[in-house]
């Protein structure tokens, strides 16, 4: 028996499979928490029939008054095994309809005995959606796209990121019950929280088991791909008023060098100066540092991380700044467009490299 795991499954108007998936657990954990989320009255005979099967193990229901969510069902079950079950050292979720195997949940619990308690990975059970047949088209599509998303916005790697089997360590339940959701984005918003807190990830595979081609399935593609693209939504908006700045001041001294000082002798660099690579560069330090302040927030760079973050920074900001110069003073003199139009196409290009580079370098938390 399985003492210092305890398995907890959120339920909603269950069927019978959910009595199929205790009758298992019971066999193999000492310690198992149900959360009725305020099912209709008519489910009262499964739960009557999980209630008895705890003549074998420790079966705790708990019960909301009214449905609230899958997230704070979840969130209901971290907090009863936080204050009432001291000897858990960690809790594996799985699913009330089921779509786990007590054998995947038990590989899943393995997996995350291995590793040693201080850097105790969050274990995901993942199932193939990429050569598996067996898997409806809309979860397929649902899943592999959401997967994309967030390795291409969030640099999080993650096959599978609507399984319900995952096992966490006891040290961050409190954080996760204070994590926003209280329904299905609540799983969603975990994945990104824990990223934020430097947790790694661990996949475990495991069965494809879909009853009835998934009717009951509430993942929502176009909505919970939207949630994703929050992170990035964030950076567009700040490089986005960081360009107005940075544009702003480009244009105001284009027009008023151009005419005027066409070259400019830089006595310490003892040469002539191009007007157009003047202005850039006085842009950019107005532009970069509003921009620095704006972005520390959207990556949620921690105090300690500034140190690191200000010196990479700068050094992006360099170069993105000489690219940016260079293109435009040479595509403007080649082609003959005027600065301020060649100056839109070249830095929405630098645009996207640079959140890339911030993302995954710049901001990149160190533990």
């Not at 040469?271 to 921009?291: Q, W």
């Not at 003199?333 to 645009?351: C, Q, R, S």
């Amino acid at each position: 028996m399985i003492e210092d795991i305890a398995a907890l499954i959120p339920a909603y108007n269950p069927d019978r499979e959910m009595i199929k998936v205790v009758e298992g657990l019971v066999l193999e954990f000492s310690n198992i928490v149900i959360v009725d989320d305020g099912c209709d009255e008519s489910f009262g005979k499964i739960f009557a029939e999980v209630e008895r099967l705890g003549e074998k193990s420790n079966v705790t229901i708990l019960h909301h008054e009214k449905n609230k969510g899958k997230g704070a069902a979840l969130k209901t079950g971290f907090s009863y095994i936080l204050e009432s079950l001291p000897n858990v050292l960690g809790v594996v979720t799985l699913d009330a309809d089921g779509q786990h195997t007590v054998a995947d949940t038990l590989k899943c619990c393995q997996g995350f005995k291995e590793f040693d308690a201080e850097i105790r990975p969050v274990v995901f059970g993942c199932r193939d959606f990429k050569s598996d047949t067996k898997i409806p088209a809309r979860s397929r599509f649902g899943n592999r796209l959401t997967s994309s998303l967030l390795k291409l916005f969030a640099d999080i790697t993650l096959t599978d990121t609507q399984t319900g089997l995952r096992v966490f360590g006891r040290d961050i339940l409190a954080d996760l019950c204070k994590v926003p959701g209280e329904r299905y984005e609540f799983e969603m918003n975990m994945i990104f929280e824990l990223h934020d807190m430097g947790v790694p990830f661990e996949e475990v595979p495991i069965e494809v088991i879909y009853l009835n081609e998934n009717e009951s399935s509430h993942f929502n593609p176009i909505k919970d791909s939207l949630r994703i693209y929050k992170v990035f939504f964030k950076f567009i908006a700040s490089s986005l008023s960081s360009f107005v700045v940075d544009y702003a001041l480009f244009s105001a001294l284009v027009c008023f060098l151009a005419g005027r000082m066409p070259e400019l002798y830089i006595a310490f660099l003892n040469r002539s100066i191009n007007y157009i690579v003047v202005s850039t560069v006085i842009a950019r330090i107005c532009s970069g540092i509003f921009n620095y302040c704006i972005n520390r927030m959207v990556f949620k760079s921690r105090k300690k991380d500034a140190a690191g973050s200000g010196p990479r920074y700068f050094i992006l900001w360099l170069i993105q700044m000489m690219l940016s110069a260079g293109a435009v003073k040479y595509l403007t003199e080649w082609l003959g467009i005027p600065a301020m139009i060649t100056k839109i196409i070249v830095d929405p290009i630098l645009f996207f490299i640079s959140y890339k580079v911030q993302q995954v370098w710049v901001f990149k938390k160190k533990d």
